[in-house]
T-cell receptor
Framework: QKEVEQNSGPLSVPEGAIASLNCTYS??????FFWYRQYSGKSPELIMS????GDKEDGRFTAQLNKASQYVSLLIRDSQPSDSATYLC??????????FGTGTRLKVLA | KAGVTQTPRYLIKTRGQQVTLSCSPI?????VSWYQQTPGQGLQFLFE???????NKGNFPGRFSGRQFSNSRSEMNVSTLELGDSALYLC??????????????FGPGTRLTVL
């Protein structure tokens, strides 16, 4: 079992719809959770971080964390073509280590 | 505040050669992590440095090594290059690193091509 799992996609959604990206992790001791966006040929950029159970909203983005189910998700409301990218889920594991999923490719169709 | 910088941005080497990549973290950040990113494997953790000490290491052969200087700048070295080492090498910095509320910020990466 991979430490951090994401559906590779592509996930295709129409412009203006809600995109839902999911991530599961195996280490129950993980404390910090991050979503990064990576455009093709570019480096990852941080979108959201979440540390406690529940929802955290930032503009059109909402991160949701459920530690009991070892599940973290990212919702993107009013999706735009510019949101088309690969979304990476990352969790901290043990000490001084961040584990990344392989990413979900999102395509927002105009 | 300036972001994470990496040099060089692009490198072309041949098998058997060695290469050194450099990373300058965000001012005030003391933790530097290195990752290898390939299309098939995603982001793979190489190692993490804090205050000139390697605190964690991923599952890479000994050909991959790194170091950190007193000003937090870091270098990684790959010796005896193999074709499979072709990848985007990313450096990320954070304040203290680790299992905390700390956040990593990535540099633009170094694209290494091994011929």
């Amino acid at each position: 079992q991979k430490e951090v799992e994401q559906n590779s996609g592509p996930l295709s959604v129409p412009e203006g719809a809600i995109a839902s990206l999911n991530c599961t992790y195996s280490d129950r001791g993980s404390q910090s959770f991050f979503w990064y966006r990576q455009y093709s040929g570019k480096s990852p950029e941080l979108i959201m971080s979440i540390y406690s159970n529940g929802d955290k909203e930032d503009g059109r983005f909402t991160a949701q964390l459920n530690k009991a189910s070892q599940y973290v998700s990212l919702l993107i409301r009013d999706s735009q073509p510019s949101d088309s990218a690969t979304y990476l889920c990352a969790v901290t594991s043990g000490t001084y280590k961040y584990i990344f999923g392989t990413g979900t490719r999102l395509k927002v169709l105009a | 505040k300036a972001g994470v910088t990496q040099t060089p941005r692009y490198l072309i080497k041949t098998r058997g050669q060695q290469v050194t990549l450099s990373c300058s973290p965000i001012s005030g950040h003391r933790s530097v992590s290195w990752y290898q990113q390939t299309p098939g494997q995603g982001l793979q953790f190489l190692f993490e440095y804090f205050s000139e000490t390697q605190r964690n290491k991923g599952n890479f052969p000994g050909r991959f090594s790194g170091r950190q200087f007193s000003n937090s700048r870091s270098e990684m070295n790959v010796s005896t290059l193999e074709l499979g080492d072709s990848a985007l090498y990313l450096c990320a910095s954070s304040l203290v690193g680790g299992a905390s509320t700390d956040t990593q910020y990535f540099g633009p990466g170094t694209r290494l091509t091994v011929l």
